[in-house]
């Protein structure tokens, strides 16, 4: 009987409520209406969301969509193991190596060091957040750069939610070409698939992306010093904010349209921490307020009495300090760069060190007849981003000169501190798998295909539906990209455009993804408090969102057509 049950194979339809993909629109939104309110309005901790939202889509799976029980189970059980690895092997090794630094006080060198680069933190968010955040993102992704800046601002003074805030709205601008532009490469894959246009490609979809996130990046800066320090952090530091935005763009457009697609965030990020920096040297902030959550503690620790009437100034650390504290991040920077060269990818990408497995008992046909590629577990032990992390902290912890058994007690602590974010995120991805290989999540992609020329202001809207469903930008180009290149198709309009949408959109959608929340909080220690967070930063996504959706727009439009690659 058990046998029977999960061998049975399910074929994914998108309108199995009486052939309406409007009716069944209707019941595929279910379990993510169920599990944004349970998170922003009923504050249920996020943990507990993602299960009953994962039960309302099995239910739906099983009873609308008639996927056999079998099949549900085991596809949720793949969505969970995906969420262990990679998404949280790396979440939890990124924090250990935080937690190392701590251990050997070096955390606090790094600290005051980037204070006499500026002690501002609204110019630190920039530089941390921003500059340093989009680098990670250039060589990782898959939620690092929020594990690390987030724990660093902390560190700074940011309080709890802020820090979280921060770090989510500036893992935007630079998602689209994350992990050496894994997105575009997947989305110019699936797109070359499902059209005939030459322009379908990775090089000239980069391009377009390139020319549609770059102007999201000059207003992130300026959204970042604003929740930092609301429209005074604006007035006051908006030369630092519009250099980082400006320049970031520029390298954005100038690599991905004329150097290289994959090195396009790195080329970004570097420029824009240089110009913030040169920037400082003949500029500062009028005014810097006092924002850390111990400042006291902090301006004590710069000054402190000696004796009655008289003060000593506390000794800058040591050159060789310094150089350590910025070492374990000077060593990710250098692991990551050195897995991600053309041959070492090539062969790590390739047995023993990647096997792919085809998830045992699963057997889900798309709606053209043909087997999921998401049944098929990656399962790239060394080249995870979550391995590579560990022999950085293996590096960090001989740098910091921290003994082993200190660093195992680290590492507990680490997993011990995270396991609410744990169980959020195996439930979020099993849902998000469960969405995928019923069919819900392309009902709510074809209902919105529907709508004719007016999806040329909905594609964004598709791209940020896929990436707060799945965390992940690359899933999301997977999941619709061949849909937005049909659409345009029928509907006479741009592919290269529609497709570079679902991408650009997509990124404004990481910021409420409950894989990140969940990061961001885990990593300040707010595990639970997840709708804080995500009431702080989904307005700000709404808002990037629809200046998306109209940036779109006109670029389908005689008004900004120009911008399209012609090819």
Request: glycine letters at 8%.
């Amino acid at each position: 009987m058990t046998d029977r049950l999960f061998a049975e194979q399910f074929q994914i339809v998108t309108d199995p409520v009486r052939d309406s993909v409007g009716l069944s629109a209707i019941f595929a939104v279910l379990s993510l209406l169920t599990l944004f309110l349970l998170l922003g309005v009923f504050r249920v901790r996020a943990w507990l969301a993602g299960v009953v939202a994962l039960v309302v889509a099995l239910i739906v799976a099983i009873t609308v969509y008639s996927m056999p029980v079998g099949q549900a189970l085991l596809s949720a059980s793949e969505g969970a193991a995906f969420g262990f690895f990679p998404i949280l092997w790396i979440v939890v090794n990124a924090i250990w190596v935080y937690h190392l630094t701590v251990v050997s006080g070096h955390f606090d060198v790094l600290r005051r060091s980037m204070e006499r680069v500026s002690p501002d933190l609204r110019i630190q968010a920039i530089i941390v957040a921003f500059c340093f955040g989009a680098l990670l993102e250039a060589l990782a992704g898959f939620g690092t750069p929020v594990a690390v800046t987030v724990v660093m601002l902390m560190a700074l003074g940011f309080p709890p939610i802020r820090a979280a805030s921060v770090a989510l709205i500036a893992n935007t601008a630079p998602v689209a070409f994350g992990a050496l532009a894994t997105p575009i490469t997947t989305l110019g894959t699936v797109a070359a698939g499902a059209g005939t246009d030459p322009r379908l490609n990775a090089d000239t979809l980069g391009a377009m992306v390139g020319r549609q996130t770059p102007i999201l990046a000059v207003v992130v800066p300026l959204v970042l010093v604003a929740v930092v320090d609301g429209r005074r952090g604006v007035r006051q530091t908006w030369p630092a904010a519009l250099v980082a935005g400006v320049v970031f763009a520029a390298g954005q457009f100038v690599a991905s349209n004329h150097i290289s697609v994959p090195l396009t965030d790195i080329v970004a990020s570097l420029v824009a921490a240089a110009a913030v920096v040169a920037l400082l040297r003949v500029w500062q902030p009028s005014e810097t307020p006092e924002l850390a959550v111990d400042g006291a503690a902090r301006r004590a620790e710069t000054v402190r009495p000696a004796a009655a009437g008289a003060s000593t100034v506390v000794r800058p650390d040591a050159a060789a300090e310094v150089a350590r504290a910025y070492a374990p991040y000077f060593v990710i920077i250098v692991i990551f760069a050195i897995a991600n060269l053309g041959p070492i990818k090539d062969t790590l990408a390739r047995e023993p060190w990647t096997v792919v497995l085809a998830w045992p008992g699963l057997d889900v046909l798309g709606a053209d007849g043909k087997p999921l590629s998401s049944a098929n577990f990656t399962f790239g032990w060394l080249p995870a981003a979550g391995t590579l992390m560990i022999i950085a902290g293996v590096l960090t912890a001989f740098v910091l000169r921290i003994r082993p058994g200190a660093a195992v007690k680290a590492y507990g602590r680490t997993c011990l501190e995270l396991r609410q974010p744990i169980v959020t995120v195996t439930a979020v991805l099993a849902l998000a798998y469960v969405l995928n290989q019923s069919g819900q999540t392309s009902t709510l992609g074809a209902f919105l295909a529907t709508a004719g020329g007016v999806f040329l202001f909905l594609s964004s809207v598709l791209g940020w539906i896929g990436v707060a469903v799945t965390g992940s930008d690359t899933s999301a180009n997977a999941l619709f990209g061949a849909l937005q290149v049909q659409t345009a198709a029928k509907a006479g309009l741009d592919p290269v455009l529609l497709a570079a949408a679902n991408s650009s959109g997509g990124v404004l959608g990481k910021m409420i993804s409950p894989q990140n929340l969940a990061i961001a909080a885990g990593a300040v220690g707010m595990a639970g408090r997840e709708g804080d967070i995500f009431r702080k930063v989904v307005l700000w996504s709404v808002v990037l969102l629809l200046f998306m959706c109209v940036l779109v727009t006109l670029q389908g439009t005689p008004v900004l057509d120009w911008m399209v690659p012609a090819g």
